[in-house]
C-alpha cells in the first residue's frame, strides 16, 4: 500500500563516488520533491519538480542533481559525495502546486565513507 | 519571510498524560499550517492542517491543533498520549498562492512517552 517508495533505505557511498536515490510514486501526482534532512534539523528542500518543470532552490549545491524520466519515477544523484553530505532524504509528492498535502515515502539514509 | 519557531526541543510525558507541543509562526497574512509526525527513520506523515475557517482542527490519531493568530501560534494537543505517540513533531508554515515549495518546517519536538 505504500503510495511512495525510496530506494534504497540504507545507502551507504565513498567519498566522491557518485550516487543515485531513487523514488517512485502510485499516486499520479504532479509535484515531486526531495528534501535532505540532517540529524535533529528539519526538512530542507532541495528541489522539486511540477511535471518535468525543475525548480531548483538557490542554495541548493550543484553536486545536487535531480531527474524525472516520467511522472512515477525522480531521481537524486550526487554526483560527488563528501561526508557532509551524509543525511536522510526524503522524497515528497503532492497533487498540485497550491498547499495540498504532501506525501512523504520513507526515506533513504546515506552514509559516506 | 516566513519561519517557524518550536521552542521544546524535547518533552517527556507519561503515558495517558495530556501533551501540548508548541508552535509559533512569522508570516504577513494567515498563513497555511501543518503539524507532521515523524517516527525513527521514517519519512513525515501529516496530522492535520488549517487553511481557513475554524481555528480547532481535528487531525489523525487523536491530535488536535488550535490557530491563535493573536498570539502567532498553532499548538498541538491530544488529551491521553500512547507509548506508539513516540515520536518527532514538526509544524510547518506554507505561503498563500503557493506550494509545498514554500513550506518552512520548525526544527521539530522530540517526544518521549514514559510508561
Redesign the interface.
Known amino acids: 500500500d505504500a503510495m511512495v517508495i525510496q530506494n534504497p533505505r540504507y545507502q551507504v557511498t565513498q567519498f566522491g563516488k557518485p550516487v543515485t536515490l531513487s523514488c517512485s510514486q502510485t499516486l499520479n501526482h504532479n509535484v515531486m520533491y526531495w528534501y535532505q534532512q540532517k540529524s535533529s534539523q528539519a526538512p530542507k528542500l532541495l528541489f522539486h519538480y511540477y511535471d518535468k518543470d525543475f525548480n531548483n532552490e538557490a542554495d541548493t549545491p550543484d553536486n545536487f542533481q535531480s531527474r524525472r524520466p516520467n511522472t512515477s519515477f525522480c531521481f537524486l544523484d550526487i554526483r560527488s559525495p563528501g561526508l557532509g553530505d551524509a543525511a536522510m532524504y526524503l522524497c515528497a509528492t503532492s497533487r498540485g502546486r497550491l498547499n495540498t498535502e504532501a506525501f512523504f515515502g520513507q526515506g533513504t539514509r546515506l552514509t559516506v565513507v | 519571510a516566513q519561519s517557524v519557531t518550536q521552542p521544546d526541543i524535547h518533552i517527556t510525558v507519561s503515558e495517558g498524560a495530556s501533551l501540548e507541543l508548541r508552535c509559533n509562526y512569522s508570516y504577513g497574512a494567515t498563513p ?1 499550517l501543518f503539524w ?1 509526525v515523524q517516527s525513527p ?6 496530522l492535520l ?1 488549517y ?1 481557513s475557517g475554524d481555528t480547532l482542527v481535528q487531525g489523525i490519531k487523536g491530535f488536535e491543533a488550535e490557530f491563535k493568530r493573536s498570539q502567532s501560534s498553532f499548538n498541538l494537543r491530544k488529551p491521553s498520549v500512547h507509548w506508539s505517540d513516540a515520536a518527532e513533531y ?1 509544524c510547518a508554515v ?1 505561503a ?6 514554500k ?1 518552512t ?4 519536538t522530540r517526544l518521549t512517552i514514559i510508561p
Open positions: 497555511y507532521y527513520g521514517q519519512g513525515l506523515q501529516l492542517k487553511f514538526f506554507g498563500r498562492g503557493f506550494g509545498n515549495e513550506l518546517f520548525g526544527t521539530g
